[in-house]
């Protein structure tokens, strides 16, 4: 980060909340936002991330139309680096809107560089309306490869409204949680009666070498190098991983299963909840 006091923050706690998009800024993109509507396939329940669109032409447009408005602030608060990703996600009213605490993927090789997660609210959020909860240091454990929705990321067993370990962020508007994607993090559900949508984006330094893990047929992690094409040509949400594998060039030797840390607690009832977006 440009700002040493922040980065300091930032190595400590696994996360700030800055200031990102300006108020002109912040009322053209809730105006795209609402002139768009919701993304094609988007049931209109639970949460949604516009990487998970049926339509290709929609994630791109969103990717696009949302890197012209974030990448100056990008600038302005982190040295060097660039977007993976941009997309909306929307959490719907209604317990089904709940996100279990996890870690999300790696996105860079760990032991050299840390990759960020942008999380900025387009209306004020809070408990009521499903703000993020986080664990304040928690990025410094974790497995050092966090496969495409590996159970290994979840803390099924950490209870969102009573762990004391947990900070909630409540967050303005325009504002953003920027945090390590190590950091363990999570969202109880959307109790207003209007649906929550925050811009988030996956940001990599520049020097790193951008990957992302799968899990094989053959039981192994496959740490694939990829581009931002990934989140546009592919649904995150139904990821065709033999395409993916013929696709993506391996960066190293694949991760036996066994190496992968796995996942606390009982894994009971989390699919809807595990796709990595809060």
Not at 138 to 147: I, K, L, M, Q, Y
């Amino acid at each position: 980060m440009h700002d040493q006091e922040l980065q300091v923050r930032l190595d400590q706690d696994g996360f700030v909340v800055v200031p990102f998009l300006a108020p002109a800024v912040l009322d053209e993109v809730r105006a795209w936002r609402a002139a768009i509507g919701s993304a094609p396939g988007d049931p209109g329940i639970a949460l949604f991330n516009d990487t998970w669109s049926t339509e290709r032409a929609h994630r791109a447009s969103v990717a696009e139309a949302l890197g012209r408005w974030c990448q100056p602030a990008i600038d302005a608060l982190l040295v060097d680096h660039v977007a993976l990703a941009w997309t909306t996600i929307v959490k719907w009213p209604g317990e089904p809107g709940a996100v279990v605490a996890h870690r999300d993927p790696t996105f860079v090789d760990e032991a050299m560089f840390r990759s960020i997660g942008i999380w900025c609210p387009l209306e004020d959020v809070d408990a009521a309306t499903g703000t993020l909860s986080v664990i304040p240091g928690s990025h410094r454990g974790g497995a050092p490869v966090r496969a495409h929705q590996a159970e290994a990321n979840l803390l099924v067993d950490l209870d969102l409204r009573a762990d004391p370990r947990l900070v909630q962020l409540d967050v303005p508007a325009g504002a953003a949680i920027v945090y390590d994607h190590a950091l363990v993090h999570g969202s109880v559900a959307n109790g207003s009666d209007r649906p929550r949508v925050v811009v988030a984006g996956v940001l990599v330094p520049r020097a790193a070498e951008a990957r992302y893990a799968v899990q094989g047929p053959d039981g192994e992690v496959h740490d694939l190098a990829v581009g931002p094409e990934l989140f546009v040509d592919e649904r995150l949400d139904q990821l065709d991983v033999d395409a993916v594998l013929g696709r993506y060039p391996e960066v190293g030797s694949p991760v036996a299963t066994s190496s992968v840390a796995p996942a606390p607690g009982r894994p009971a009832r989390w699919w809807r909840r595990r796709r990595g977006a809060s």
